[in-house]
């Protein structure tokens, strides 16, 4: 009986970990918004189809909260004019295809 307490309080304790970092956000609208508004700045600094930027070495994203204000500075920076919920959906989009953040 011990042994299933001990188990049954540690996945409530870990549940939040296995959580996704990006709950509201649809990864196929991110999508969509990433193609329209990204890829091309992301081909002139990085070349090819841009995606190198996500999968480089030296990448400055390293959790979700830096992908998430990294979203919102890319927003500001090209003038996107995403809604927060956009920036979600980018970020989920992200999340999916690159980062696997948990």
Not at 37 to 55: F, K, Q, R
Not at 61 to 69: G, I, M, R, T
């Given at each position: 009986?011990?042994?299933?307490?001990?188990?049954?309080?540690?996945?409530?304790?870990?549940?939040?970990?296995?959580?996704?970092?990006?709950?509201?956000?649809?990864?196929?609208?991110?999508?969509?918004?990433?193609?329209?508004?990204?890829?091309?700045?992301?081909?002139?600094?990085?070349?090819?189809?841009?995606?190198?930027?996500?999968?480089?070495l030296?990448?400055?994203?390293?959790?979700?909260?830096?992908?998430?204000?990294?979203?919102?500075?890319?927003?500001?920076?090209?003038g996107?004019?995403?809604?927060?919920?956009?920036?979600?959906?980018?970020?989920?989009?992200?999340?999916?295809?690159?980062?696997?953040?948990?």
């Amino acid at each position: 009986m011990k042994f299933i307490t001990l188990l049954l309080s540690l996945l409530l304790v870990s549940s939040p970990v296995l959580a996704d970092p990006f709950p509201k956000g649809d990864a196929k609208i991110g999508k969509t918004l990433h193609d329209k508004s990204c890829v091309s700045c992301h081909v002139s600094m990085v070349g090819g189809d841009g995606s190198a930027i996500y999968s480089r070495l030296e990448r400055k994203v390293k959790n979700p909260q830096q992908l998430q204000a990294r979203i919102r500075n890319c927003n500001a920076n090209v003038g996107a004019n995403w809604f927060p919920d956009e920036e979600n959906h980018a970020a989920a989009y992200l999340n999916n295809a690159y980062y696997h953040f948990k």
